[in-house]
Every structure is written in structure tokens, then in C-alpha cells.
């Protein structure tokens, strides 16, 4: 779709038959491409908006968004202005990646860092909420966001991190190997005041050490916070599954993808939609390290 100028992949429930779709010439999913949304069950469905990594692009996590569609859910991917690696629609011409803030640098960050994406997924909302054929499937009283790396810090931003950014629509956070050492810097965690889920990995070195610890993200969280560490996972575990070239063989052979999806989709599924999810109360055995905080009955 385009929405206020922007390109965005867009998921949802239909009662068409899903067929199998080359999303790109490496990736294929199954989708009943551009038939009409429909609720479930009569219901309206929550909206999850996820925001891709630096330079990466609205079908950088195919495997997670697609399947989290699947289970009930309208799921908006925009193309950052940041997107370069991948697009959803390839550009004519590429254009020449702006200059970047540092990220060894993070107390130079302030709430106009990357202030663009915020303004991209407040358009997506609006847009879609507007729109004629989603405004009747959309439950407007809980949407979510999701986000990876640079998305991560978006979406955190977006739920109290940068007070400035904060939206009171957004009912639930998933940070999948998020950049929050800008927040940890500011000491601003704390202002952020929705369930969130945070997902790193033992070899994602970068990130997941900032969100351990007694002084890392997870333990300045408010309740209700979830922490999941997968196995021999680096950064780039949340993006389409290595050699895998269909979201079927990637969900069916990549024990961490099963795992992103299944404790992030169940996640989602507690705070939009109410369910109880025995999953959030274990550690699978495929998990390094697991860890959640809830407020006090």
C-alpha cells in the first residue's frame, strides 16, 4: 500500500485461500495476494506495526510477519526513509544513504534522532485507521508495535522512551535485539509504561549485553517485562531466515524463528488480545536464558 507517501506491506485475516507468493526471487510466502481483509469471527483484529533494522526494508522479517498475520492480526511494515539494503518495491534508481548518528555514541541521541520513523509509523496507524476496507477490521483499542535493531529503538521510543514520541494507542512493545543504549544513557526506561517483550541472542554482542544485567534494559522495565535469550543467535536472527527460501521451510527447519514467533506472537496475544499463553510462563529448552516481571497481584 502507500500511505501518505510511504510504501508499506500490509498483512491481515481474509477468507480468500493463501497460495504461494515470491515476495522477492530468494523468498516466497503464502498469501492470498490483495484479496479483501475480513475480520475473525466476526471480531475486529489488533494492528501490529513493525519497524525493519537499519537499511533493512518492510520484508526484511517475512517469517514473523506473515505467521503473526496468520494468527489474527492487520501487520504494517513501512520502508523507512533508512531502507537500502531491501525495499518493498525496488527503486528505480538507489539513493545515497544519509549520514548517520553514531551508535558508540549514544548520549549524542535525543528525540530527534531518527525523529522520521516515529513520524512513518504515525502515519501508517492514521492511514490504515482511516482507510475504508481496514477501518472495519482494525480494533482500534489495541495495536501494537514490533521492531528490530534501529526498530527497536523506534518502537521503545515510541511507548515512553522519548516521552516527546510517546503514542497512548499503543498497547504492547515487542523489541526484537532492540538499540536502547540511548535510553539507558537518558535513564528514560522508566517511562515506559506498556507490556514489553525484549528478544536477544547469545552471540548478538552488540545488543543483548546492554539488555542483561542488573543495570540492563530488562531490569529497569516496569512490569509487565519478558526477557528471551535464544541459543547461537546474532543479530541478524530476526531478519528471513539464512538459507531458508519459504516461510514454510524456514518455520520448519530454524528452531530460533519457531521460538521468535512463538513467544513474541504469544506475547502480543496476552496484551491485545487477552488470551492466557502458558508459553510466557516457561523457558522452552531451546532458550539460553528467559526471564519475566509482572506487577505484583
Known amino acids: 500500500m502507500h500511505i501518505a507517501g510511504r510504501t508499506v506491506a500490509v498483512w491481515y485475516p481474509t477468507a480468500s485461500r493463501e497460495r504461494e507468493h515470491a515476495y522477492t526471487p530468494a523468498f516466497s510466502g503464502n498469501v492470498a495476494l490483495d484479496s479483501a481483509p475480513s475480520t475473525v469471527c466476526g471480531k475486529k483484529v489488533p494492528l501490529v506495526v513493525f519497524s525493519h533494522g537499519d537499511f ?19 501487520v504494517a511494515a513501512p520502508d523507512h526513509a533508512d531502507a537500502s539494503i531491501c525495499h518493498i518495491i525496488p527503486p528505480v534508481t538507489r539513493a545515497k544513504p544519509a549520514r548517520q548518528p553514531s551508535v558508540f555514541k549514544p548520549e549524542t541521541w535525543n528525540d530527534k534522532t531518527f525523529s522520521d520513523r516515529r513520524a512513518d509509523i504515525e502515519a501508517v496507524i492514521d492511514g490504515l485507521i482511516a482507510n475504508s476496507e481496514f477501518a472495519r477490521v482494525i480494533d482500534r483499542d489495541r495495536m501494537g508495535l514490533a521492531g528490530h535493531s534501529l526498530g527497536g529503538y523506534t518502537v521503545v521510543g515510541m511507548a515512553g522512551g522519548w516521552p516527546s514520541w510517546t503514542d497512548s494507542r499503543i498497547r504492547a512493545v515487542l523489541a526484537l535485539s532492540p538499540y536502547v543504549m540511548p535510553f539507558q544513557v537518558q535513564k528514560t526506561l522508566r517511562n515506559v509504561h506498556v507490556p514489553l517483550m525484549y528478544q536477544g541472542g547469545t552471540l548478538d554482542v552488540g545488543i543483548t549485553p546492554f539488555l542483561t ?8 522495565a516496569n512490569p509487565p517485562v519478558y526477557f528471551m535469550e535464544l541459543r547461537r543467535a546474532g543479530h541478524l536472527a530476526w531478519v528471513n531466515c539464512g538459507k531458508a527460501r519459504t516461510t514454510t521451510t524456514c518455520l520448519a527447519n530454524e528452531a530460533n524463528m519457531r521460538l521468535i514467533d512463538d513467544y513474541g506472537i504469544a506475547f502480543l496475544n496476552r496484551y491485545l488480545k487477552g488470551t492466557d499463553e502458558p508459553r510466557l510462563e516457561r523457558k522452552a529448552a531451546g532458550l539460553a536464558d528467559y526471564a519475566a516481571k509482572r506487577p505484583n497481584p
Open 213 to 220: 544485567g542488573p543495570k540492563g534494559a530488562y531490569a529497569e
Open 56 to 74: 533493512g526494508c518492510g520484508l526484511q522479517s517475512i517469517a514473523f510477519t506473515e505467521e503473526l498475520a496468520r494468527h489474527g492480526y492487520v
